[in-house]
């Protein structure tokens, strides 16, 4: 059949790869994002996958997912609905029915779509498209399976290695509909499987051969150019939150002149931290897979006791389950980095799905008056940003801090400029013997910097500074362990009051959009692209409003109350029940404008979804 191929121009486009969690869906949307990040535009990426190492075969609770969103500017999220949707079987094709637009390419393996693959989908009809009332898109059908195994004939591998290679026929296609340059997938290929020379030429002539079928048979009428985005010089790589994370506390340690320690114990989603810095022994890094949360979070008190720039990461469960220590942390004012990829919960909850139900549990998840520093990272870059920000107040502050981050941003990427580290201040730690070098025999534990009232650090083994700190009341002038009732309100006291004084190093809120708006969104952490682009298609329908993204949670910055107070209606949207907005109604009684827009999915907000409501949020009031 002769097709006359349309070429659209378009800004954007989001992609989405799925199938099996076997089906090599993760690599193949990490190689074509990665691909698209190289050839010069913007990408978001959402990897979502189930919680089952490999659920049954073609089944609906089995499907993983990959989707990216590309473009040449102002990709803020990994988008709404898709353009292209590569469903390696049926499974894949129904969970995602309700995320295709009008006119979208459904590429699909006809190979897969037999009648007991359909019947493991749970289709009723052997016609999936019509069922899904999805005659609105464009299908192509390829058989991929076939296909792929005729391209791997020669290969000499086994049968079960040739069909993992069937994701590479259908980058190929992919790649072809977006004219990806074939040179880099094999340099990216080449690296990822270079220990395998066998795997390498197999998954190269996969992909070739996929990209030739498209090419040579003109498969679609519609194929998609996206301009390049004008990047500024440097060196760029695509990047996902967690390893960002992890990248920022090494800059952070660099920056402070001291070792990095990180103790954790593997937990979904925030393991790849752990495996990210016990490669980095090139920076004297100490990763320590510990047996346990509570080893984690102990093992790094001791390693910051004694002088390290410490930090443990977890999720929610574990965050639970280190509550104690950080009681522990908090008494004996040692620096402490706690990452939490917050995921879905209670309990064990859906480890592989994103939330922000964790803000209350680390706000005040601990046993008596345990003031700390609370900060959450908005995208995966900032990921890295946050985490040198944590270690600095850490360390400045003598604090323990928790860096909130989530699965969406944790797992998800984006083009990454990597920074110039002498744009990034020094670290300053408060060493005891910085301040007391000249009258050792006048310092005592507790002793305090009058303006920012951080305790100094004296590490072991310093001459003349021995001390000696834990979880016992100490007294504020001796160091001594103290039940005295005054003694013990002044520290209760001046811990809190150190923590608000931090609000003196941070910078003051900022908000986009209107500057006459009567309307402010304000979200937290991880939500920014959504909320963000909310706010610019607000505008664009011709109404009048701002958005406040809040990075700096304990303590607010300084401007905070008088912000909020300058607008009719604050609509605080947040995938929990409503713990950010509890906690601004509670810090600022006075507000009385504070309106909650909460949705708990385990997924991302929805743009459309968040137009919708909010306008009619802003008709109503």
């Not at 480890?351 to 008596?368: C, H, I, M």
């Not at 504020?476 to 039940?483: H, M």
């Not at 692209?529 to 329908?541: I, P, R």
Request: proline residues 4%.
């Amino acid at each position: 059949m002769s097709i006359n191929r349309v070429v659209t121009d378009i800004k954007q486009v989001t992609v989405r790869f799925s199938g099996d969690s076997g089906d090599g869906m993760q690599l193949s949307g990490t190689l074509f994002s990665t691909l698209s990040a190289i050839f010069g535009n913007e990408i978001s990426t959402f990897p979502d996958f189930p919680a089952e190492i490999r659920a049954p075969q073609g089944s609906l609770h089995g499907v993983s997912g990959f989707q990216v969103r590309i473009g040449a500017k102002d990709v803020y999220n990994s988008g709404d609905k898709t353009d292209v949707l590569i469903a390696m079987n049926p499974s894949a094709l129904k969970v995602n029915a309700q995320y295709l637009k009008k006119d979208s390419i459904v590429i699909f393996d006809i190979d897969a779509f037999k009648k007991r693959d359909l019947d493991k989908a749970k289709f009723n009809t052997e016609d999936p498209f019509t069922e899904l009332n999805l005659e609105h898109v464009q299908q192509l059908g390829v058989p991929i399976t076939s296909l792929t195994k005729a391209s791997l004939d020669d290969s000499g591998l086994e049968n079960k290695d040739i069909l993992r290679s069937k994701n590479m026929f259908a980058l190929g296609i992919v790649c072809w509909l977006f004219n990806r340059p074939m040179e880099i997938a094999d340099k990216l290929l080449e690296q990822k499987f270079a220990r395998k020379p066998k795997l390498i030429e197999a998954n190269i002539k996969a992909l070739t051969d996929g990209y030739n079928y498209g090419d040579n048979l003109q498969l679609t009428a519609t194929t998609y150019k996206i301009d390049v985005v004008e990047s500024g010089k440097g060196f760029y790589m695509d990047v996902n939150g967690n390893t960002a994370t992890a990248y920022g506390l090494i800059a952070a340690a660099e920056k402070a002149g001291i070792k990095l320690f990180l103790g954790s114990y593997p937990i979904t989603p925030a393991t790849d931290i752990l495996q990210e810095l016990t490669k980095r022994k090139d920076f004297g890094v100490k990763a320590l897979q510990m047996e346990d949360e509570i080893a984690g979070i102990t093992s790094a008190i001791g390693a910051s006791f004694a002088g390290c720039l410490a930090a443990t990461s977890t999720s929610g469960p574990g965050l639970s389950l280190k509550s104690e220590a950080l009681g522990l942390a908090v008494m004996t004012e040692l620096p402490l980095v706690v990452i939490d990829v917050q995921r879905s919960g209670p309990s064990t909850g859906m480890p592989t799905k994103s939330e922000q139900t964790d803000l209350n549990q680390a706000l005040y998840g601990r046993n008596g008056e345990s003031p700390l520093v609370v900060i959450a990272a908005t995208t995966p870059i900032d990921c890295f940003e946050s985490a040198f920000e944590a270690s600095k107040l850490a360390i400045e502050h003598m604090t323990p801090v928790i860096l909130l981050t989530d699965g969406y941003i944790a797992n998800g990427s984006s083009a990454w400029k990597i920074p110039n580290m002498n744009d990034y201040p020094q670290i300053i730690a408060p060493y005891v013997e910085d301040k007391f070098k000249d009258n050792a025999e006048d310092w005592k534990p507790f002793l305090r910097d009058e303006r920012s009232l951080v305790r100094y650090w004296g590490i072991p083994g310093t001459a003349n500074y021995m001390h000696r700190i834990g979880g016992l009341e100490k007294d504020r002038f001796t160091g001594v362990i103290s039940s005295n009732p005054e003694n013990h309100q002044y520290m209760v006291d001046i811990r809190k009051q150190k923590i608000e004084n931090i609000a003196d190093f941070i910078p003051e809120q900022k908000v986009l959009g209107d500057e006459d708006a009567d309307t402010l969104i304000v979200g937290w952490g991880g939500t920014y692209g959504h909320l963000l682009e909310t706010m610019l298609h607000l505008h664009d329908n011709g109404k009048k409003v701002a958005l406040a993204q809040f990075r700096h949670i304990s303590p607010l910055p300084r401007n905070t109350h008088n912000l909020l107070k300058s607008y009719n209606r604050i609509i605080v949207a947040e995938q929990n029940s409503g713990q950010f907005a509890a906690y601004l109604s509670g810090k600022f009684q006075d507000l009385t404008n504070i309106i909650s827009f909460n949705r708990v999915e385990g997924q991302p907000f929805k743009v459309s979804e968040l137009v919708e409501e909010f306008s009619k949020i802003m008709e109503e009031q």
